[in-house]
């Protein structure tokens, strides 16, 4: 009898145990776009790796085709949160008054030795007529997208710095497969290329390397947050980024090709594991910090080529928000590789 009452005494205790501790916190729900690709990948340790569930949050994907089609979700807060690829159609948008910012950093520029390469025909080079850049005036230059692209912006400034303009040059959209028989059967003259095609075009023997590190460091693909997410749930953005971040801290150095890391890449861009080793790391910043620079001198240059609809230039307060990524380094600590 004793040991029943000993029983039902432990069972009572944890019984009241937990009606004090109340019922568990239901978990933030967030709405987030993604282009099916590399540049994001912290997003995607941040879920595999179980970072969201320990803030709490409960991401729920939501594939889209470009960065123009999320930021459209994002302004009208039907989404909370994307992986956006910078372009001019993004600048528009904060012209516009479009209530979305810029809160972290995605993949980023390699400092040296970036994947994405200007290349021109070696019949060109060989025959002393394309030297530089600067000597592209008049020709016609392959760009995947067109005018206003994240590629045209390494194209535009490579021009700028030569001395010229967009319009010295003809921009020809052409996507990045069809590129190395364009050079082959020279109805192109340059372009603007990243592996596996500029491989191809360079093993090929029929183009050589004209220009490289156009756009050294930029911050070319971000993260972004609706502003009704920031005003009305602006706690859960805090914990979001702070996964974030702890998915771009797992994936540095050495660990990026861990076999963890690789199970969350495949679960969500279009690749395989073989490509993945194959190809070159992308970079991305430990802290995703938001690089203000890099934001101001895209959009100086969108704007200097044209391919904005306006001319006045945008105060950074209405394109970025930096404070998300600092916050979450304040929570994380300093990253120590």
Do not use: C, H
Request: glycine share 10%; net charge positive.
């Amino acid at each position: 009898m004793k040991k029943g009452k000993v029983v039902l005494g432990w069972i009572g205790a944890v019984v009241l145990l937990m009606s004090l501790a109340g019922p568990a916190v239901a978990a933030d729900k967030v709405k987030v776009a993604y282009v099916a690709i590399m540049n994001f990948a912290p997003l995607y340790l941040a879920i595999e790796r179980g970072f969201m569930k320990e803030q709490n949050i409960e991401v729920e994907m939501q594939k889209v085709a470009s960065g123009t089609e999320a930021m459209a979700f994002l302004a009208q807060g039907s989404l909370d949160a994307g992986g956006i690829g910078i372009g001019a159609s993004t600048y528009n948008a904060f012209n516009k008054g479009f209530d979305l910012r810029i809160v972290g950093s995605a993949a980023v520029q390699p400092r040296k030795d970036g994947p994405t390469i200007i290349i021109v025909r070696k019949d060109l080079r060989d025959s002393g007529k394309v030297k530089s850049v600067a000597d592209l005036k008049g020709m016609k230059v392959a760009l995947a997208g067109g005018p206003g692209t994240t590629g045209a912006y390494f194209v535009a400034r490579a021009l700028k710095d030569a001395g010229l303009t967009v319009k010295d040059i003809e921009i020809v959209n052409l996507a990045n497969p069809d590129m190395p028989l364009a050079i082959e059967k020279s109805s192109i003259d340059a372009a603007l290329v990243g592996p596996p095609y500029s491989d191809q075009i360079l093993a090929g023997g029929k183009g050589v390397l004209l220009a490289k590190d156009t756009a050294p460091g930029a911050m070319t693909t971000v993260f972004m947050y609706s502003g009704k997410f920031i005003k009305e749930r602006p706690d859960a953005a805090k914990r979001f980024m702070v996964a974030l971040v702890q998915g771009s801290r797992a994936m540095q150095g050495n660990k990026y090709l861990d076999p963890a890391n690789m199970k969350g890449y495949l679960r969500y861009v279009t690749s395989t594991e073989a490509a993945i080793r194959a190809g070159k790391p992308q970079v991305y910043d430990p802290d995703l910090k938001v690089d203000i620079d890099s934001v101001k001198n895209m959009e100086e240059i969108f704007r200097w080529a044209g391919w904005t609809n306006y001319t006045t230039e945008i105060p950074q307060e209405k394109m970025a928000d930096a404070s998300f990524a600092a916050n979450a380094v304040k929570v994380l600590g300093p990253y120590k590789p």
